[in-house]
């Protein structure tokens, strides 16, 4: 018995989440006296693969195979359900992300399971199996039984803290034996802003709203952004007014990101921005209007003018790197 | 090309939410159902779609009991062609997706939100292309029809993908794939009284999952203000309090 994790890299280095997901399908295992298997789809290297069992993974399927890169939703999802049935796994854990929204639902329904999305925490209870998860967008929880003997769930990100509990962890290589026809999904064209920080998968993200005034004012918020290794992101007026590419919208109708913390600049705070963002572990908000809903969901504030507060902070930054 | 949009009631995105009975059951008292707002860009983009030739139908369906009809007849004023009405409460993702594959093999396009924005279960789309044994694509920004064939654009990590899908495709949808909303005008309102909404009855299938308990989220604690000609404090508040940076 097992449980599976489907892990996710980045050009061949696992993402944050990842480990993540690791450290919380341990933590899981622990409690239902189970291993934990993390499948690697992609061109990972040995030690990176390795770098699983830190986290607890006492197994990584590697799978090889550059078919997968098309992203088949249908041969991933066979993919999956194979790995699960060769290791017998009861619980098989997704990232809730484009990847693990478009797999999950398919092996879940494979494997006589049944799903949960979006879950907040460890489960309340193995046995019987229930989870917590949001509903209506942040506005309440639920907690939610999972019936089947087999469980599907996407996670959250950061909704469980990375922990090391160094593993042993064997690699093998696994084929899932998937036919050529299986494979129907073609890529006639793919555009990618690489050497930047992903934003999904960022720490920190430092966002910028109408309050910044113009496309011209981003250098402060850039060169700040470069400081912390963050990712960039912008409300949707910025990337309506062409601002800002529409790569970096949050929100309800744009990306949803939960980073460990969102530095907000000039934002208002509308509830349909913060739908994106409100699951960050720390929100800061830096707005000239004291009344602006955004305080009221920030951990920490400034009330003030962005352009006067930027310097301050680049400053401070770089103080603390040369005194770390 | 005939295109099928799953459309899901769900209240009014601005709805306060409340439960009864020990928090059992979300409480629908004075309600404003809307199509949910994917369904809803999901419909408007197959209506371009259609204006541009290539379509020959369009259909709506939603697994839900008659309190759903207003907002099916909402969907057939904007412009579909027809309606189908599965007549069960949609109690989990498997169970609509279950209902759901019984109506959607007549179609080479089946269009679903990435999330419908009350149990927010992004399930539905995905179950219901496993069971039909077709293909899905997912976190799906835009849809084309070219020369008859379907061309798919695709959010992916950093960036985005323009694919070729062959068809019957399930596409599940999000941002992008139209920009507003289409509005009901008068003589669709008009029109949608007369299209056909077909009430269907369900099939066996059993739930797998069950909500248990509902519960809102404890009230944030105040934000912990710094002055402005103090910036840096904020900083070190980040560095040694919150341990973020
Ligand atoms: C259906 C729908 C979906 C939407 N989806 C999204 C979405 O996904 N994401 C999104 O972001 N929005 C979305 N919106 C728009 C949303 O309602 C708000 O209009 C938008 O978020 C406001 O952006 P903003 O905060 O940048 O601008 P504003 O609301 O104009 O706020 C600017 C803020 O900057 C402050 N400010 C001005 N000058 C300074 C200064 N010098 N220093 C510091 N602060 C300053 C002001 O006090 C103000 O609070 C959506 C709207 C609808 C109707
Ligand atoms: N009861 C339902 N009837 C028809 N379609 C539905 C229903 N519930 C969900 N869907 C579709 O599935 C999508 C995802 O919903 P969900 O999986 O419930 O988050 C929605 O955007 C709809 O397109």
Redesign the pocket.
Known sequence: MSVLVYTENWSGKFKKLSYEIVSFATAIAKEMGSSVTALSIGHVADDELKSLGKYGANKVLNVQDDRFESLDNKALADAVAKAAESESSKVIIFAHNNEGKAIAPRVSVKLDAGLVSGVTGLPVSVDPFVVRKKVFTGKAFVNIQIKTDVKVITFAQNSYEVVENPTDAAIEVFDPQIGDDEFNTIIKDTHKITGKVLLTDAEVVVSG???M?GPENWGGLEELGELLGAGMAC????SDEGWRSHEE??????KIIAPNLYMA?????????L??VNSSKFIVA????PE?P?FEVSDYGIV????KVIPQLIEAVKEMKTNN | MKILVLISNVPDTTTKIRFTGDNKAFDATGVQWIIN?WDELALTRAMELKEAGGVEKITVANVGAKITEPTLRKALAVGADDAIRIDAEPVDAYFVAAQLAQVAKDYDLILAGIEASDYNGAGVGGMLAEMMGINSVSAVSGVDIENGELKIHRDIDGGSQVLSVPVPLVAIVQKGIAIDPRIPAMRGIMMARKKPLNVVPPVDAEARTEFLSYELPAPKAACKLVDEDNAKELIRLLHEEAKVL
Not at chain 1, 249 to 254: D, K, M, N, R
């Open positions: 709203g109408r309050g005034k409300s949707r007026p910025v919208h949050v929100g309800q109708t744009g600049f000039g934002i208002s705070g509308a509830i349909q921005h739908g994106g830096i707005n000239k209007d602006a955004i003030g003018d962005a352009f | 707002p």
